[in-house]
């Protein structure tokens, strides 16, 4: 078996059990799931690493709980900033979100990755294309091919609401 293997097989034997351990310690679902996705990511990291371990479950525990501790010492801090005045708070911390922003996301998740990363970058991050190439690491060509497959793709998937498409609306969502 090799590293890969193990880290998928741990995912299948303990992910529940982990998240309902997390969930109790922090309180928070999203956030649980979030901290033990952490602890299996890095365990891809280092796969073969991963191998050698006596107690696979533990290391992950461990793990998760440290990014779950980290992350509530870095809110504790900028809560302090806030309460001391000396970090202003933001003004819109979540925006509504409309629903053909919500519509869009959708179809954006059906994208693959690359294609996905283009549209975003260029369609609501406003790069140009040369922009998203050198953000990407890939050329011109590339993107342009990525952003007309993506806009094909997603005139397809939202043909039932056409004003999502125009580039306006895709712009500013």
Request: avoid cysteine; glycine fraction near 4%.
């Amino acid at each position: 078996m090799d590293g890969q293997d193990a880290v998928h097989q741990a995912y299948q034997a303990y992910y529940h059990r982990l998240v309902g351990q997390l969930y109790g310690l922090t309180g928070d679902l999203p956030e649980a799931q979030d901290v033990v996705h952490e602890a299996y990511a890095r365990a891809l990291a280092r796969p073969a690493r991963f191998l050698e371990l006596d107690d696979p479950e533990k290391w992950l525990r461990t793990v998760a709980m440290n990014v779950a501790r980290s992350r509530f010492r870095r809110r504790w801090v900028f809560d302090r900033l806030l309460r001391s005045g000396r970090v202003d708070r933001p003004d819109d911390i979540v925006p509504g979100l409309s629903p053909d922003h919500v519509a869009l996301v959708a179809a954006l998740r059906e994208l693959n990755r690359p294609t996905r990363e283009a549209v975003v970058l260029h369609h609501l991050a406003d790069l140009t294309v040369e922009e998203v190439a050198d953000t990407l690491d890939v050329p011109v060509g590339t993107v342009k091919a990525r952003l007309s497959r993506g806009r094909a793709a997603l005139a397809r998937l939202l043909s039932d609401n056409p004003r999502i498409l125009r580039k306006e609306t895709v712009r500013h969502a």
